[in-house]
T-cell receptor, first 113, second 116 residues
Framework: DQQVKQNSPSLSVQEGRISILNCDYT??????FLWYKKYPAEGPTFLIS?????DKNEDGRFTVFLNKSAKHLSLHIVPSQPGDSAVYFC????????????FGPGTRLSVLP | NAGVMQNPRHLVRRRGQEARLRCSPM?????VYWYRQLPEEGLKFMVY????????ESGMPKERFSAEFPKEGPSILRIQQVVRGDSAAYFC??????????????FGPGTRLTVT
């Protein structure tokens, strides 16, 4: 039973345009969400996070939106750059789970020059 | 400040052998987590350890898998009598919290285990 879903395995976007990566979750106990970026042969690197008390968090070109009623979050990258090409993982957790992160399966983003 | 280090980066074992994966957390970090990533899947939590203690092993298979984080030295994930299904990338992460909760986890580059 996948508690965190990323239904698009891949996404292609033109350089300079907006990339929107989506994530859905099923467990209403999750109260903290993170996005990680992963290049081939490297470990995931933290990108941005959001607490359930917020509906938006912005950091430079990256913005995460959270819709708790729909159990949906999205990552917006504007403008997209070729160096953003990577696999993006959505992760969810809760203080009730301790340090246990639940990851989605990932979306492979390709930014075309 | 060196990041999380894992070795070996690649490990090949025949069925039935033992695999030992090592993780050195970032300096000053006392919490270690192990995750497994199967092909085309996300990372799956396996175990969370502090020095000399297993805090949460709810994601660890009940048989053949064990983990430790001794007072001195790296954390070790040990897989006995490996089978082909154990082939995966194993990632270690560390966090700096000494009390309470932290959502900061810094990942190592992973160990890719191949069982032939």
């Amino acid at each position: 039973d996948q508690q965190v879903k990323q239904n698009s395995p891949s996404l292609s976007v033109q350089e300079g345009r907006i990339s929107i990566l989506n994530c859905d979750y099923t467990n209403s106990m999750f109260d903290y969400f993170l996005w990680y970026k992963k290049y081939p042969a490297e470990g995931p690197t933290f990108l941005i996070s959001i607490s359930s008390i917020k509906d938006k968090n912005e950091d430079g070109r990256f913005t995460v939106f959270l819709n708790k009623s729909a159990k949906h979050l999205s990552l917006h990258i504007v403008p997209s750059q070729p160096g953003d090409s990577a696999v993006y993982f959505c992760a969810a957790t809760s203080y009730r789970f301790g340090q246990n992160f639940v990851f989605g399966p990932g979306t492979r983003l390709s930014v075309l020059p | 400040n060196a990041g999380v280090m894992q070795n070996p980066r690649h490990l090949v074992r025949r069925r039935g052998q033992e695999a030992r994966l090592r993780c050195s957390p970032m300096k000053g970090h006392s919490h270690v987590y192990w995750y497994r990533q199967l092909p085309e899947e996300g990372l799956k939590f396996m175990v969370y350890l502090q020095k000399e203690n297993i805090i949460d092993e709810s994601g660890m298979p009940k048989e053949r898998f064990s983990a430790e984080f001794p007072k001195e030295g790296p954390s070790i994930l040990r897989i006995q009598q490996v089978v082909r299904g154990d082939s995966a990338a194993y990632f270690c992460a560390s966090s700096p919290t000494t009390s309470g909760l932290s959502y900061e986890q810094y990942f190592g580059p992973g160990t890719r285990l191949t069982v032939t």
